[in-house]
């Protein structure tokens, strides 16, 4: 038989209800995958029991002709999301062996559709990252390296992140597709870095209740798959009205797998001249300019758009972000939840549990947050970001106002860069990494990463597309044009078994 891990999640799905296979072979050939794939320290917590066990429940409703959309095809989960009776740590020393007596909403629609668990993937701490450098578990492997020249060994790159361990096993096939979160482009960013797909709907479109929140604003979940219309069927199984969580939305969900085969004729496409920063590479200008075309080629509109605050995005987001991150994570004290430091008074308790239980990014992260939030800077900074993010926002609606259907831009500044390469004397060389990402998380809306063409050393490049809110469909067909037209990336062969 052919080896089941290599098929998409819909030639899977097809694949089972046409009997060539079973769940528990498609299972059993995932759960190989990953045990094969320690090396790239994708996954934090592998569950193959209750993998067959879901498995052969599936199979069961196969059999009977109840098969869900997402029946028997195994997945895996960021390890932001709580799962009931499953450890579950937002990759931090502070949650310790935290195991939720509850299951998200967006994981619990996912087996309620007949998904498979293969286990918890790994991230930045709280998604507080990049690269996926900052986990208490230790960086995740890309399955991507930079070949070294004349004879000099590959060189390990990060998948990025934060939702590099999702990324980099989807990449690998070590899971049909898998979840993630996007704060400022944690689900874009890795999927760009790694030759994948990943969307981050609307803020509301998927409930935000038992995610571990990061910034409440700004946090969406979303897939990240090896095609557009993988990524179509997993956020129709993750989307939907959610009275748990006040800001999700009352809408349908539409049918966003039909949406992939809409096309673009008829579409205006906006292409926002301050994307095109100083500097910007060669390849990412050129890579950008093909897209363009290839929209174009397939009968879409192109047009010149301006959003003149983009260049405060970047500030403000780190200001926004951290502020309310520092808030969130009030709550691990040592006293609810995970670890604690015992000592001889209440506060000492908490400094003691908080300073051995969180990593230096979140620290770095509650001390700017505290601080922009204090009385007497809340004005000079918070306010200010706040008052930034309406305009930024001001500056989508006005473009899609004028009659724009989406906007084109590159979805990251760079390919993949080496582990250990970025941020470690300067935190704001990894934070530059968003600069494509954060606009679309203030203001809400709809982004895509396609993967679509390679660096001159054969790294995955990506493009983003940004939509109207809630209207991840027009997304999905003109995500489809860029991946007809740059065909299929061929993911790296498995060095690291
Ligand atoms: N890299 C950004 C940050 O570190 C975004 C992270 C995310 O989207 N979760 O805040």
């Known amino acids: 038989m052919t080896d089941l891990t290599r098929l998409t999640l819909a030639e899977a799905r097809d694949g089972l209800r046409a009997k060539r296979f079973s769940s528990e072979e498609l299972t059993r050939a995932h759960v190989a995958a990953v045990e094969g794939a320690r090396a790239l320290n994708a996954y934090v917590l592998e569950t193959p029991e209750r993998a067959l066990e879901m498995a052969r429940a599936s199979d069961a409703r196969l059999a009977r002709a109840e098969a869900g959309p997402l029946e028997g095809l195994p997945l895996g989960i960021k390890d932001l999301f709580c799962t009931e009776g499953v450890r579950t740590t937002a990759c931090s020393r502070i949650l310790g062996d935290f195991t939720p007596a509850y299951e998200s909403t967006v994981t619990s629609q996912l087996w309620r559709d007949g998904a498979v668990m293969l286990g918890k993937l790994n991230n930045d701490e709280f998604a507080m990252g990049s690269s996926n450098e900052t986990s208490c578990f230790g960086p995740v492997v890309s399955p991507w390296q930079r070949q070294g ?15 590099g361990g999702s990324a980099a096993a989807v990449a690998a096939h070590l899971c049909l597709g898998a979840t993630a979160t996007d704060t400022g482009g944690s689900i874009r960013q890795p999927a760009a870095f790694t030759g994948t797909v990943g969307i981050k709907p609307t803020y509301g479109r998927c409930s935000r209740w038992g995610v571990v929140a990061f910034a409440s604003s700004l946090d969406q979940a979303g897939p ?32 966003f797998e039909a949406a992939c ?59 926004v972000a951290p502020a309310e991150a520092s808030s969130n994570l009030a709550r691990y004290d040592g006293v609810r939840y995970g670890i604690r430091v015992p000592d001889r008074d209440i506060a000492r308790m908490y400094e003691g549990t908080r300073a051995a239980g969180f990593g230096r990014e979140v620290q770095r992260r509650i001390m700017i947050g505290t601080y922009v939030l204090s009385a007497g800077y809340y004005d000079a900074y918070y306010g200010r970001a706040q008052r930034i993010r309406t305009l930024i926002k001001r500056d989508f609606d006005e473009v899609y106002a004028a009659g724009v259907d989406a906007i084109l831009t590159p979805a990251t500044p760079s390919a993949a860069f080496g582990i250990g390469e970025k941020g470690s004397a300067d935190p704001v060389e990894m934070y530059l990494n968003d600069v494509f990402t954060v606009t679309v998380n203030m203001a809400g809306l709809p982004g895509i990463a396609v993967p679509a063409g390679f660096d001159k050393q054969g790294l995955p490049l990506g493009l983003q597309l940004i939509g109207r809110p809630f209207d991840e469909e027009t997304l999905f067909a003109a995500g489809q044009v860029i991946e007809d037209a740059a065909g ?10």
Request: neutral net charge; charged residues 25%.
């Open 149 to 163: 020249t004349e004879g000099a060994a590959a060189t390990q790159l990060v998948p990025g992140g934060s939702s």
């Open 224 to 255: 990240i798959a090896r095609t557009v219309e993988d990524s179509a069927i997993l956020l129709r199984s993750m989307s939907g009205h959610d009275p748990k969580d006040t800001t999700s939305a009352d809408l349908p969900v539409p049918d």
């Open 261 to 319: 085969r809409r096309g673009v004729r008829g579409l205006t496409i906006g292409i926002p001249k301050e994307y095109r920063l100083d500097g910007m590479a060669a390849e990412i200008a050129a890579l950008w300019d093909q897209g363009t075309a290839w929209l174009r080629d397939a009968g879409a509109k192109v047009v010149e758009v301006s959003l003149p605050h983009t260049r405060y995005a970047l500030p403000a987001y780190y200001i």
């Open 488 to 497: 299929r990336v061929r993911l790296p062969e498995p060095w690291w078994q």
